[in-house]
């Protein structure tokens, strides 16, 4: 395990990573993807493998909110006592000046797993195994001052799930106002904090809503078909037309 | 042997690898991180991670299955485990077994979990013999040069 001090030091531009993950080939996997040439050194990776460390590392135990040299954490969902969304939502709960970016990864591209981890405020839900395509992902929510973002950075949870799912994100709204990528993460944060705390469940149900809707207006589509098709004369159907 | 003919053996057993299925695409990006980003020995160092990670795994799923009264649950958080391993290290096989696998578990399908255990056991120890190869080639190869 890498866990070191509190204050360490690197380079300008150089992201701190926490990562938190209890599978020893998996946090190898992704040490090395984060550290490899291609990603010109622009990541220190510190490794723990659970959560309950990374708290300790954040000094989130003592219930202090001492500031922690972390640009980011990187956690896997599924771990044993504590999961990576208990962990998201501690760090979340943090009344920090400078909120930490939390990406959570996970080997289930399950929907509603991705909207309850972006709903807690997750910056992006990565499906495992980690590739290096999925590195730019990390640098796009990076918390580094005055870094200015390669290649377009798309925002955060949107553009890169939406991609990795083929379907639009159901429940953070957008914030079309703010433009720089902390106020729109701030403005996002507070939206989905009050989204969650007041309608966990009405999320649920709004894949469900759009799916009811969809089957509706294909039901009237067919109908309509039907009755093009028997305009040469099926009472029964153009009664249900008329 | 001379560094090319060992070279030439080195991609036979892994074009083998990838055209049985025994191994992904995953596979071939960590071997091209290797090559692309100077970070030598990064593959060697995944894959016997992964045989320790492997084995372990294998030996806890045979004690649980040999309970009177089987956890499946537990049995189920392991095979997840061995899951997610195998797909970061490209070990498709092995991988679509657990998948498998994981569903007997779900099914509390006894007999049926001590057959895809078997089936797991023999996939890992398949790729586990052409992995070592592999990595024994790759060190003939290094010393040559």
């Given at each position: 395990?890498?866990?070191?001090?509190?204050?360490?030091?690197?380079?300008?531009?150089?992201?701190?990573?926490?990562?938190?993950?209890?599978?020893?080939v998996?946090?190898r996997v992704?040490?090395l993807l984060?550290?490899s040439?291609?990603?010109?050194?622009?990541?220190?990776?510190?490794?723990?493998?659970?959560?309950?460390?990374?708290?300790?590392?954040?000094?989130?135990?003592?219930?202090?909110?001492?500031?922690?040299?972390?640009?980011?954490?990187?956690?896997?969902?599924?771990?044993?006592?504590?999961?990576?969304?208990?962990?998201?939502?501690?760090?979340?709960?943090?009344?920090?000046?400078?909120?930490?970016?939390?990406?959570?990864?996970?080997?289930?591209?399950?929907?509603?797993?991705?909207?309850?981890?972006?709903?807690?405020?997750?910056?992006?839900?990565?499906?495992?195994?980690?590739?290096?395509?999925?590195?730019?992902?990390?640098?796009?929510?990076?918390?580094?001052?005055?870094?200015?973002?390669?290649?377009?950075?798309?925002?955060?949870?949107?553009?890169?799930?939406?991609?990795?799912?083929?379907?639009?994100?159901?429940?953070?709204?957008?914030?079309?106002?703010?433009?720089?990528?902390?106020?729109?993460?701030?403005?996002?944060?507070?939206?989905?904090?009050?989204?969650?705390?007041?309608?966990?469940?009405?999320?649920?149900?709004?894949?469900?809503?759009?799916?009811?809707?969809?089957?509706?207006?294909?039901?009237?589509?067919?109908?309509?078909?039907?009755?093009?098709?028997?305009?040469?004369?099926?009472?029964?159907?153009?009664?249900?037309?008329? | 042997?001379?560094?090319?003919?060992?070279?030439?053996?080195l991609?036979?057993?892994l074009?083998?690898m990838?055209?049985?299925?025994?191994v992904?695409?995953q596979f071939q990006q960590l071997q091209m991180l290797q090559e692309d980003g100077?970070t030598p020995g990064f593959v060697a160092e995944v894959v016997t991670l992964f045989c320790?990670?492997?084995?372990?795994?294998?030996?806890?799923?045979?004690?649980?299955?040999?309970?009177?009264?089987?956890?499946?649950?537990?049995?189920?958080?392991?095979?997840?485990?061995?899951?997610?391993?195998?797909?970061s290290v490209g070990a498709?096989?092995?991988?679509?077994?657990?998948?498998?696998?994981?569903?007997?578990?779900?099914?509390?399908?006894?007999?049926?979990?001590?057959?895809?255990?078997?089936?797991?056991?023999?996939?890992?120890?398949?790729?586990?013999?052409k992995f070592q190869?592999m990595l024994?080639l790759e060190q003939?190869?290094q010393?040559?040069?």
């Amino acid at each position: 395990m890498e866990a070191g001090a509190a204050g360490v030091e690197v380079e300008e531009g150089v992201m701190r990573v926490l990562l938190v993950d209890d599978s020893p080939v998996d946090r190898r996997v992704a040490q090395l993807l984060l550290s490899s040439n291609s990603c010109a050194g622009s990541f220190h990776v510190i490794a723990v493998d659970s959560a309950k460390k990374a708290m300790e590392f954040l000094g989130l135990k003592d219930g202090g909110g001492k500031e922690q040299a972390i640009d980011m954490v990187l956690t896997d969902y599924c771990m044993p006592e504590m999961t990576g969304y208990d962990l998201l939502k501690a760090i979340k709960a943090l009344n920090s000046l400078k909120p930490i970016p939390v990406i959570v990864m996970s080997s289930e591209d399950e929907p509603q797993r991705i909207s309850r981890c972006l709903n807690a405020g997750a910056e992006d839900f990565i499906v495992k195994p980690l590739q290096s395509k999925d590195v730019q992902r990390l640098r796009n929510c990076s918390t580094a001052a005055a870094r200015p973002t390669k290649g377009g950075a798309a925002p955060c949870e949107a553009a890169a799930v939406a991609k990795r799912n083929n379907k639009p994100p159901l429940v953070l709204p957008p914030s079309a106002a703010a433009t720089s990528p902390s106020g729109r993460r701030a403005n996002l944060a507070g939206v989905a904090m009050v989204l969650h705390s007041s309608s966990v469940e009405l999320s649920q149900y709004l894949p469900l809503l759009l799916k009811l809707v969809v089957l509706a207006y294909a039901i009237l589509c067919l109908g309509e078909l039907l009755h093009r098709w028997s305009s040469g004369g099926r009472c029964s159907l153009s009664l249900w037309c008329a | 042997m001379a560094a090319a003919a060992l070279r030439e053996q080195l991609n036979a057993l892994l074009s083998s690898m990838f055209a049985s299925g025994l191994v992904d695409d995953q596979f071939q990006q960590l071997q091209m991180l290797q090559e692309d980003g100077g970070t030598p020995g990064f593959v060697a160092e995944v894959v016997t991670l992964f045989c320790d990670d492997a084995d372990r795994i294998i030996s806890e799923l045979a004690a649980l299955l040999e309970q009177p009264i089987v956890d499946f649950d537990k049995v189920d958080a392991y095979v997840h485990q061995l899951k997610g391993s195998s797909a970061s290290v490209g070990a498709q096989k092995v991988k679509f077994t657990c998948m498998q696998f994981r569903q007997l578990c779900q099914d509390k399908n006894r007999d049926g979990c001590i057959m895809a255990l078997a089936v797991v056991r023999n996939e890992f120890y398949d790729l586990r013999n052409k992995f070592q190869t592999m990595l024994q080639l790759e060190q003939q190869i290094q010393a040559q040069q």
